[in-house]
């Protein structure tokens, strides 16, 4: 993991600070390269430290660069005061999504005489520009999540229920070298596909269902994330014709993607595609999100998202449709590396309809 303090200490000025007070541990992570569960990260224009426990006395020591490692014998914000890592600021930002207000409050009771300046997107844009290593790592996972959809659609057949198709998804990415699910899988039969989150149920797959499967795993820190949607025999025409309207909104999707434009532009191209079929109205998310050592970080490709696109972010591109009157659903997702000349797929799993 490269040294990232000195990009961290270039935020100061723009954030209107003296020093950065870091909680999130992806964010951690990406600064610093510490894997473990519990920390704090305090970077200053000169000096940057990193706090954690007794657990990660070793860990700490072997992975963290660029901060000056401590470990505290009782709480970490207790270090902090014991130590006056504070002390020299009078102005620090902090991650406000990260923070509670409980924690906040003691921030404030204990350290009085400094300004705490709550910001969202402190480290937004560095992190979502990836590095080529970075964007290697996401295609890394994605290929683990690759070769389980293989192995997985020979197991859709009548009669097997959605949560066994669940448990088999998990089981074959740990068995492949995962360290663990980026999220818990989707797998969604039929009228159980019209909802965009569903959870596995105790439902047997049937003929005629359009099967959602939606999973992804970390590696090495990185995150993957792929639908498909595949057919349990022969599906009926409105739901073919879903299929077709969401893989030609994708379609359409890849080719606009780049760098540069807005979040709103880009997921305009897919809602433009459905809503030529007139299937608009059932696509009920955004486009897609940005993915790295979260499985959703910034940037957001919604019809309300005005940022643009950073060059290099690696992003999902995500249309569907959910039709409950129908009872199906569609979703088919890629995710992309953006470049200001266009976009390269990190996914190479067929898209076609395929017919089991």
Known sequence: MPNR??????????????????????????????TGSNGILLVGPEAASFVTDGRYTEQAHAEVEGADVLVADRGLSDCISEENLLGPYSRVAFQAAQVSVARRD??????????????????????????PSE?????????????????????????VTEREVGAEIVYRH???GADSMAFDPIVAAGPNGARPHARPTDRPLQEGDLVVLDMGCFLDGYASDMTRTVALGEPGDPARRGYQAVLDAQNAALDAAQAGLTGKELDAVARDVLGQAGLEKYFT????????????????????????LPDRACVTIEPGV????????????????????GCKNLTQSPKE????
Not at 135 to 152: G, L, N
Not at 290 to 305: D, F, K, M, N, Y
Not at 326 to 338: A, F, N, T
Request: charged fraction near 25%; proline fraction near 5%.
């Open 285 to 308: 998310h955004g486009l897609g999100h940005g993915i790295g050592l979260e499985v959703h970080e910034w940037p957001r490709i919604s019809h309300t998202a005005d940022d643009e």
């Open 106 to 131: 003691r921030l404030v009771e204990e350290h009085g005489d400094i300004e705490w300046v709550p910001n969202t997107h402190v480290l937004s844009q560095p992190i979502a520009s990836k590095a």
């Open 5 to 34: 303090i000195a990009r961290v200490r270039n935020r100061l000025e723009e954030l209107e600070a003296e020093a950065l007070f870091l909680t999130a541990l992806p964010n951690i992570r990406w600064a610093c390269g510490f």
């Open 135 to 159: 964007t290697t790592q996401i295609r890394d996972a994605q290929s683990i999540t690759e070769s389980v959809f293989e192995e997985i659609i020979d197991l859709i057949e009548p009669g």
């Open 322 to 341: 959910y039709v409950p009157e129908e009872q199906y659903g569609v979703r088919i997702e890629d995710i992309v590396s953006l470049r200001e000349e």
């Open 174 to 176: 740990l068995q492949k």
């Open 353 to 356: 309809l395929l017919v089991l």
